[in-house]
């Protein structure tokens, strides 16, 4: 390798390390979770999110961008309106309320780009670690709102909420504080995720 194509290297190393610049092999995040995954999200891994339905399709709309298709399984109440307010293509999905079985999984996973699975239904550790490898092969994501063995887990909490201060009225907004890997970041979620404040890497 001559030098110049050395310093390229190095460059694109450094600019993917500080979130300048996705992986190759990573699905692009919303910018307001970037602090959280600044490399973006690896391509066929397991992604556990849990307390938000906002910050799961975020991810879900984020990777699949303008052409890319989503399978949703085992999810009945979903949500379509919180769904396409965070960018989901809705003409782009294809919706499975049961059936959860490895055969429909791994077919799932060979025909998109992103699986959102609600329930693990009757799933056993060997059927959860072949659809592992199964992802990794293919490249695509799996967002899940149950446990899966090895996923990066993304854990949302709820600290705030405006909308109903007197007593009546709805949610018109929350402040989130969003935790995965040693990091968090606030978000606040009306109709789409927006910055609120960053908070300092944590151990």
């Known amino acids: 390798?001559?030098?110049?194509?050395?310093?390229?290297?190095?460059?694109?190393?450094?600019?993917?390390?500080?979130g300048l610049r996705m992986a190759d092999d990573a699905w692009p995040v919303p910018?307001?979770?970037?602090?959280?995954?600044?490399?973006?999200?690896p391509r066929g891994s397991a992604?556990?999110?849990?307390?938000?339905r906002m910050i799961l399709w975020s991810l879900a709309a984020a990777i699949m961008g303008e052409n890319r298709w989503c399978v949703v399984i085992g999810m009945r109440d979903v949500g379509?309106?919180?769904?396409?307010?965070?960018?989901?293509g809705l003409d782009r999905v294809l919706y499975l309320p049961t059936g959860a079985t490895s055969a429909v999984l791994a077919a799932a996973i060979d025909g998109a780009d992103v699986v959102v699975l609600g329930s693990g239904g009757a799933l056993g550790a060997g059927d959860r670690r072949a659809l592992a490898g199964r992802l990794r092969n293919r490249g695509t994501t799996l967002l899940t709102t149950v446990a899966w063995p090895g996923a990066i887990s993304i854990a949302a909490e709820v600290v705030q909420a405006s909308g109903c201060e007197?007593?009546?009225?709805?949610?018109?907004?929350?402040?989130?504080q969003v935790r995965t890997q040693g990091r968090r970041v606030m978000v606040a979620a009306g109709e789409k995720l927006e910055p609120y404040r960053h908070l300092a890497v944590v151990s």
Do not use: K
Not at 31 to 41: D, S
């Open 80 to 88: 379509w309106y919180a769904a396409g307010q965070a960018g989901v």
């Open 1 to 18: 390798m001559d030098r110049l194509a050395q310093a390229r290297s190095i460059l694109q190393e450094a600019e993917t390390r500080t």
């Open 166 to 176: 007197d007593g009546a009225g709805y949610v018109t907004q929350r402040i989130i």
């Open 31 to 41: 910018p307001t979770l970037r602090p959280l995954l600044p490399g973006g999200l």
């Open 47 to 52: 992604v556990h999110v849990a307390g938000s």
